[in-house]
């Protein structure tokens, strides 16, 4: 089976579809995907990026963890937080039919998914992991966070998500593998671009010499990153008209390699954005 990774798709599903019929014309039903998360908000088809992932999970053909975005339209859900319109464009998913499936399929995606490519072990994760942990410990604190968004109780989900992020170490991770971009002094992190380069998360991680290699997305500012044990998949299709060229990003590790992630790496398709989603969806550039 040919591992196909896609970046960010935020309601970019004609692009999606694009690179999942070039998958089938060349592989047939020969392959896998796996999704960085972020399949919703800010791109004009939420609810069809939506329908075209849940049917590959659900035929096993595919795997998705959580995003920043798909978290806020868990929020939303949950009254947690205020859609902030024209740049949100969840409401679709909030007011069709099948809304609360939705929902709970979303509050029930892991937040990290581990295996192997070739030889080397590897996380998939949406923004980062903590540059110390190993893929045991991200396994581990994954699986919690897992089991208090998927708990029966809606409330005990609400209660957890409006938690202070300073008082709740499982909350305070569930922030870091959704949103963070930097690494300060004393294991604190931020949402914010790195002000040097060594305090990117990515540069931390590769401090440590891991022996597992990271798949992520989050940053579309960055763009697509090639390195050692990492690739960064973000390419902002859905910012296409925000004084940039956005397309949709799928890597294909070639599973006869001994380590995928070894560079150079030439196995990516892109599919550039269909019209400029950021103009439209702000009204303005």
Request: net charge neutral; glycine share 10%.
């Amino acid at each position: 089976m040919q591992p196909i990774f896609v970046g960010d798709v935020q309601g970019c599903a004609v692009e999606l579809q694009e690179i999942l019929d070039r998958a089938r014309a060349r592989f047939g039903s020969g392959f896998e995907v796996g999704f960085v998360g972020d399949l919703v908000n800010r791109g004009p088809g939420s609810l069809r990026a939506l329908e075209i992932v849940h049917e590959l999970v659900e035929r096993g053909r595919a795997r998705t963890v959580l995003g920043n975005h798909d978290l806020g339209l868990l929020l939303a859900a949950l009254g947690l937080r205020p859609l902030r319109p024209p740049l949100d464009t969840m409401l679709e998913v909030l007011e069709s039919p099948d809304a609360s499936y939705w929902i709970e399929w979303l509050r029930h995606r892991p937040l990290a998914l581990d295996g192997r490519l070739g030889e080397r072990p590897y996380v998939l994760v949406h923004a980062a992991v903590h540059p110390a942990w190993d893929v045991d410990e991200i396994r581990r604190r994954a699986r919690a966070i897992e089991a208090r968004l998927g708990a029966k109780d809606l409330e005990s989900v609400r209660e957890f998500l409006a938690s202070d992020p300073a008082e709740s170490p499982e909350r305070d991770d569930l922030d870091r593998m959704i949103h963070c971009r930097s690494v300060l002094g004393g294991g604190r992190w931020s949402r914010d671009e790195p002000e040097r380069k060594d305090q990117a998360w990515h540069a931390a991680w590769l401090r440590r010499a891991h022996p597992y290699g990271v798949v992520y997305g989050h940053w579309a500012v960055q763009g697509l990153h090639v390195a050692p044990g990492l690739r960064g998949l973000d390419t902002g299709c859905v910012h296409h008209g925000r004084g940039r060229s956005g397309q949709l990003t799928a890597w294909l590790p070639d599973p006869r390699r001994k380590d995928a992630f070894a560079i150079p790496d030439a196995g990516f398709w892109q599919v550039q954005a269909r019209r400029k989603y950021y103009i439209e969806a702000s009204g303005g550039p």
